[in-house]
T-cell receptor, first 108, second 120 residues
Framework: RKEVEQDPGPFNVPEGATVAFNCTYS??????FFWYRQDCRKEPKLLMS???SGNEDGRFTAQLNRASQYISLLIRDSKLSDSATYLC?????????FGPGTRLSVLP | GAVVSQHPSWVICKSGTSVKIECRSL??????MFWYRQFPKQSLMLMAT?????????EQGVEKDKFLINHASLTLSTLTVTSAHPEDSSFYIC????????????????FGPGTRLTVL
């Protein structure tokens, strides 16, 4: 089993839709969790950290479920500019482990 | 967020030459930096973890003699691709670990803009 798994997609959704991504991780000792977005031919950019209590930033909500070892990202009222690959990142000690990413296309 | 720069942003070189890529954390100190490689339409692949003042830790399958890493200061790590060949053409991205806790909580990873290497 891979350390961090994501559905690669693509998720094709209409503008204004709500879309959710899940990410599962295998190491129960993981300490920190993040969502990054990566646009085509660009570097990943931090979208948000994921806290145990869950956190929200505008249209984006992240949740952590330690018991089931998954994190989620919810995007409400999706915009065309949300089209990107969303990377789940899990920290184990010294290392950050990336999921393969989920590709989102928001269609007009 | 924190700023990480990379230089050069793109480079084209002949087969057999060496290419040096610099990664700098501009507004924080990074004891740990990471080097990744990404081929088109593929995931980021961690190549090595660079620790200031000590030897880098390479991932399995990454040749340490081919990809030389030097992390001489808390704000600079360099990756040298020695005797580059066409199969080394890729997007090389560095990241720096911010353990200062000043932004986005502790131990956040910030990425440089990447270096696109093309070996002819």
């Amino acid at each position: 089993r891979k350390e961090v798994e994501q559905d690669p997609g693509p998720f094709n959704v209409p503008e204004g839709a709500t879309v959710a991504f899940n990410c599962t991780y295998s190491n129960s000792a993981s300490q920190s969790f993040f969502w990054y977005r990566q646009d085509c031919r660009k570097e990943p950019k931090l979208l948000m950290s994921v806290y145990s209590s869950g956190n929200e930033d505008g249209r984006f909500t992240a949740q952590l479920n330690r018991a089931s070892q998954y994190i989620s990202l919810l995007i409400r009222d999706s915009k065309l500019s949300d089209s990107a690959t969303y990377l789940c990142v899990v920290e184990y000690g010294q290392n950050f482990v990336f999921g393969p990413g989920t590709r989102l296309s928001v269609l007009p | 967020g924190a700023v990480v720069s990379q230089h050069p942003s793109w480079v084209i070189c002949k087969s057999g030459t060496s290419v040096k890529i610099e990664c700098r954390s501009l507004d924080f100190q990074a004891t740990t930096m990471f080097w990744y490689r990404q081929f088109p339409k593929q995931s980021l692949m961690l190549m090595a973890t660079s620790n200031e003042g000590s030897k880098a830790t390479y991932e399995q399958g990454v040749e340490k003699d081919k990809f030389l890493i030097n992390h001489a200061s808390l704000t600079l790590s360099t990756l040298t691709v020695t005797s580059a060949h066409p199969e080394d053409s890729s997007f090389y991205i560095c990241s720096a670990r911010d353990s200062g806790g000043a932004r986005q909580g502790t131990d956040t990873q910030y990425f440089g803009p990447g270096t696109r290497l093309t070996v002819l």
